[in-house]
């Protein structure tokens, strides 16, 4: 049973503050990891895809993955109570599809 | 105005009713996937298809149906059968980018429907 796992928070984060959110899979053969985020009553949003071992950089988000450790997570600088969100985190393996996790809700007090 | 759309909004089911679920995509993506989301769970796929004509069961197809006629629709039926149909569907569409060796597929969604038993 392939199984990806998030703790599902609240992790609650000042203003201004760099957010780190979590991720661990279980399928070695995973290859692809993606972040979605997903506001309160709305559909999850593409906000990073990694593929290799290290971090990839967009603006404000960092994505960093670690295929020993089975480690995937997200870096938010300079957060913002917009960033207010659940951050799911998913992968898969060549033509499989793609696990979720559950979500780990992110909260940016002004 | 390109992208995935999903009608209607709010769905609302009576016993023993079956009812329609559409998702329309002018992305020109292959593959087409209905995932349900109840609260505090993760996304739980339904159905997906790879091709038009062709679909697969997901891990919880037990009271759906779906259909591929089309490259763009793949219209979700959730049939009297299933018994706990309250949840937020969402259908998403990729993009297959490399070689096997490679492959990279990434996931878009559409913006959901909300199903309610009345």
């Known amino acids: 049973q392939k199984e990806v796992e998030q703790n599902s928070g609240p992790l609650s984060v000042p203003e201004g503050a760099i957010a780190s959110l979590n991720c661990t899979y279980s399928d070695r053969g995973s290859q692809s990891f993606f972040w979605y985020r997903q506001y ?51 992968g898969n393996s060549g033509y499989s599809t793609l696990t979720f996790g559950k979500g780990t809700m992110l909260l940016v007090s002004p | 105005d390109g992208g995935i759309t999903q009608s209607p ?64 629709s793949f219209p979700l039926t959730v049939t009297s059968a299933q018994k706990n149909p309250t949840a937020f569907y969402l259908c998403a569409s990729s993009i297959v980018q490399g070689a096997r060796s490679s492959y990279q597929e990434t996931q878009y969604f559409g913006p959901g429907t909300r199903l309610l038993v009345l």
């Open chain 1, 40 to 90: 309160s009553g709305k559909s999850p949003e593409l906000i990073m895809s990694i593929y290799s071992n290290g971090d990839k950089e967009d603006g404000r988000f960092t994505a960093q993955l670690n295929k020993a450790s089975q480690y995937v997570s997200l870096l938010i600088r300079d957060s913002q109570p917009s960033d207010s969100a659940t951050y799911l985190c998913a």
């Open chain 2, 9 to 72: 909004k709010y769905l609302f089911r009576k016993e023993g009713q079956n009812v329609t679920l559409s998702c329309e995509q002018n992305l020109n993506h292959d593959a087409m996937y209905w995932y349900r989301q109840d609260p505090g769970q993760g996304l739980r796929l339904i159905y997906y298809s790879q091709i038009v004509n062709d679909f697969q069961k997901g891990d919880i197809a037990e009271g759906y149906s779906v259909s591929r006629e089309k490259k763009e």
